[in-house]
């Protein structure tokens, strides 16, 4: 006899905590001994958690307190935590790392390369023209895939042409100063340790 498996209740998916509505002062209204006037407040507060975040904290001090204070005295008040934190580690008081909210679901991390499906074309046409510009190469790639790139990548395109020229010029180098090394096993050590700002190394001397 077939035993029919009972029905599976749904969970319900916990929703992030939503932003507080947060109330500020107008422009010239601040008070400029505001914060003074609630740091016993704010003092307990760290006493009790000493490791939360200054932006949490006067978030919190903006929805108990709307409208007294401005979003130019969030800096004030990091830096006097900041000074308090100093001065509890001196008294022995363990203060963990900082604690951060995430309030919204997004995945966090670096974003997926912008480039990647077509960046060995455009190896092909640095190669074959290495004198164009990154505005140059965009426009190109905009004219065959119109609906995949945009202006706004030009940053991301003039970094990682920057970086072909680096490789490039060292590859060059090695070529010249060796003609029997293997110059494709350096670039490609060269690329690894490339720093985005990073400028060229200095070729060693003979």
């Not at 601040?30 to 904290?57: K, Y």
Request: charged fraction near 25%; glycine fraction near 4%; include cysteine.
């Amino acid at each position: 006899m077939h035993v029919a498996s009972p029905a599976r209740v749904p969970v319900p998916v916990a929703k992030p905590p939503e932003r507080p509505q947060l109330i500020y002062a107008g422009s010239g209204n601040g008070s400029f001994h505001a914060l003074t006037m609630v740091w016993p407040l704010v003092c307990r507060r760290l006493e009790g958690c000493p490791d939360i975040n200054s932006t949490q904290l006067f978030e919190e001090l903006c929805a108990q307190f709307p409208g007294r204070f401005n979003p130019f005295q969030r800096k004030t008040l990091s830096k006097r935590v900041k000074i308090w934190r100093q001065d509890a580690r001196a008294r022995g008081v363990i203060i963990d790392h900082l604690k951060y909210r995430n309030l919204n679901n997004k995945p966090r991390g670096r974003r997926p390369d912008p480039f990647r499906a077509h960046w060995e074309q455009m190896l092909q046409s640095l190669e074959s023209q290495p004198d164009q510009t990154a505005m140059e190469l965009l426009t190109e790639f905009r004219a065959r895939y119109p609906e995949q790139y945009s202006l706004r990548q030009l940053c991301t395109l003039e970094r990682r042409v920057r970086a072909w020229r680096r490789e490039a010029v060292q590859r060059l180098m090695c070529e010249m100063k060796n003609p029997t090394q293997d110059c494709n096993a350096i670039a490609y050590h060269y690329r690894s340790n490339l720093k985005p700002h990073g400028s060229l190394p200095p070729p060693a001397s003979d």
